[in-house]
């Protein structure tokens, strides 16, 4: 019996750790269903609410705690159950977990950049990781970069890590769009074009870089360029609204908050290029949703960046507001650039898919 922690993927909104765990958990029970493994599943989740129908159709105990739900009431029903694998889709493993358990690690951006942590929680995922890290049978690395920490940080032996990449979600054609705007709201479809940020609103993504790099772009573009940063808050949101607030062109710089799958599918399709450009990474998501809507990437050269995007895009200094502004403007002045890198863009897509992540992912469980 192979339990799997299924928590994260009924988080609502969905940002990176919870797209990853619903995409993950949905293809492990297909790729479970093509080896006739399917039975052998156990999902431990804590409420009905919102359950995909996907995983209605393996094994679901709900779990219910109003608190310590993976170290309290998951942990308790470890021991109990004693399944003969466990898998966890984030870095926390919990007490009383199999000695045969498989977690999967993000980043290690708090190890790198604490200042862009509020102390308590960079505390915190520093004991969960190191001990989940220390426990676990095998440690699933998002990245080649993210190994290298995890080796670093934690002395795991680097025989013990596995790296699984992401996949990318395939575009949703039907339901209902909406949008909770933290600032204003944007008229869609927009006439005025735009640049398009997709990620939490804090300052690990190198949000005030982005800000300065757009300023510098307008003043030596004449066209009506907006920026759009769509996602949920996060560590530093208040001082960036300010940063926003202060902005000679701030009137063209949109926060819209969380933005559900159909609204950011569209920003997607009419964005005139995607900009990635954080300090850390632990894979970064996005810059492949945005190529598979043939749109051209600017992102950081740091962290997993360069190794998930090749030569697929532009990379660029993270802490040089020119050299970004730069590349925007190559972009929008010369379209044979722009339209060389979507073509790149959709031939960097084939080396990932959810598919080939839940195969590797249900090939390491099986070899414990």
Not at 111 to 122: G, L, N, T
């Given at each position: 019996?192979?339990?799997?922690?299924?928590?994260p993927?009924?988080?609502?909104p969905?940002?990176?750790?919870?797209?990853?765990?619903?995409?993950?958990?949905?293809?492990?029970?297909?790729?479970?269903?093509?080896?006739?493994l399917?039975?052998?599943?156990?999902?431990?989740?804590?409420?009905?609410?919102?359950?995909?129908?996907?995983?209605?159709?393996v094994?679901l105990?709900?779990?219910?705690?109003?608190?310590?739900?993976?170290?309290?009431?998951?942990?308790?029903?470890?021991?109990?159950?004693?399944?003969?694998?466990?898998?966890?889709?984030?870095?926390?493993?919990?007490?009383?977990?199999?000695?045969?358990?498989?977690?999967?690690?993000?980043?290690?951006a708090?190890?790198?950049?604490?200042h862009?942590y509020p102390p308590?929680?960079?505390?915190?995922?520093?004991?969960?990781?190191?001990?989940?890290?220390k426990?676990?049978k095998?440690?699933?690395?998002?990245?080649?970069?993210?190994?290298?920490?995890?080796?670093k940080?934690?002395g795991?032996?680097?025989?013990?890590?596995?790296?699984v990449?992401?996949?990318?979600r395939?575009?949703?054609?039907?339901g209902?769009?909406?949008?909770k705007?933290?600032?204003?709201?944007?008229?869609?479809?927009?006439?005025?074009?735009?640049?398009?940020?997709?990620?939490?609103?804090?300052?690990?993504?190198?949000?005030?870089?982005?800000?300065?790099?757009?300023?510098?772009?307008?003043?030596?573009?004449?066209?009506?360029?907006?920026?759009?940063?769509?996602?949920?808050?996060?560590?530093?949101?208040?001082?960036?609204?300010?940063?926003?607030?202060?902005?000679?062109?701030?009137?063209?710089?949109?926060?819209?908050?969380?933005?559900?799958?159909?609204?950011?599918?569209?920003?997607?399709?009419?964005?005139k290029?995607?900009?990635?450009?954080?300090?850390?990474?632990?894979?970064?998501?996005?810059?492949?949703?945005?190529q598979?809507?043939?749109?051209?990437?600017?992102?950081?050269?740091?962290?997993s960046l360069?190794?998930?995007?090749?030569?697929?895009?532009y990379?660029?200094?993270?802490?040089?507001?020119?050299?970004?502004?730069?590349?925007?403007i190559?972009?929008?002045?010369?379209?044979?650039?722009?339209?060389?890198?979507?073509?790149?863009?959709?031939?960097?897509?084939?080396?990932?898919?959810?598919?080939?992540?839940?195969?590797?992912?249900?090939?390491?469980?099986l070899?414990?």
């Amino acid at each position: 019996m192979i339990g799997i922690n299924a928590k994260p993927a009924l988080q609502n909104p969905r940002t990176g750790l919870e797209e990853y765990a619903y995409q993950l958990i949905t293809h492990l029970i297909l790729e479970a269903r093509k080896r006739a493994l399917e039975k052998y599943l156990l999902l431990y989740a804590p409420r009905w609410t919102a359950m995909p129908q996907e995983f209605l159709s393996v094994s679901l105990k709900i779990l219910k705690a109003p608190y310590l739900w993976t170290q309290g009431r998951l942990a308790l029903q470890l021991f109990w159950d004693n399944p003969d694998i466990f898998f966890n889709p984030e870095q926390i493993l919990p007490l009383f977990a199999p000695k045969r358990s498989v977690v999967t690690v993000h980043d290690l951006a708090y190890q790198i950049y604490p200042h862009f942590y509020p102390p308590w929680h960079r505390r915190y995922l520093h004991l969960v990781t190191k001990h989940a890290t220390k426990r676990a049978k095998k440690v699933i690395a998002v990245s080649e970069r993210t190994k290298r920490d995890i080796a670093k940080f934690y002395g795991i032996p680097q025989r013990n890590i596995e790296v699984v990449y992401h996949g990318f979600r395939p575009h949703q054609e039907s339901g209902v769009r909406t949008v909770k705007a933290e600032v204003n709201t944007f008229p869609l479809p927009t006439r005025q074009p735009y640049f398009l940020f997709v990620g939490r609103i804090e300052y690990k993504k190198n949000i005030f870089h982005l800000i300065e790099a757009f300023e510098l772009f307008s003043k030596k573009v004449n066209e009506n360029f907006h920026l759009l940063l769509v996602g949920p808050p996060g560590f530093g949101f208040k001082t960036i609204k300010k940063r926003i607030a202060a902005s000679p062109v701030r009137k063209r710089i949109f926060l819209l908050g969380f933005a559900d799958e159909l609204l950011k599918n569209e920003l997607y399709q009419h964005a005139k290029g995607f900009l990635l450009v954080s300090f850390y990474e632990g894979f970064g998501l996005p810059v492949l949703e945005a190529q598979s809507f043939g749109v051209p990437v600017i992102a950081s050269n740091t962290s997993s960046l360069p190794e998930v995007l090749g030569r697929s895009a532009y990379l660029v200094n993270p802490q040089d507001p020119e050299e970004i502004a730069s590349k925007m403007i190559e972009l929008i002045k010369q379209p044979k650039i722009g339209a060389y890198l979507v073509k790149k863009g959709y031939e960097n897509l084939k080396r990932f898919s959810w598919e080939k992540s839940a195969k590797e992912t249900l090939d390491i469980l099986l070899s414990l």
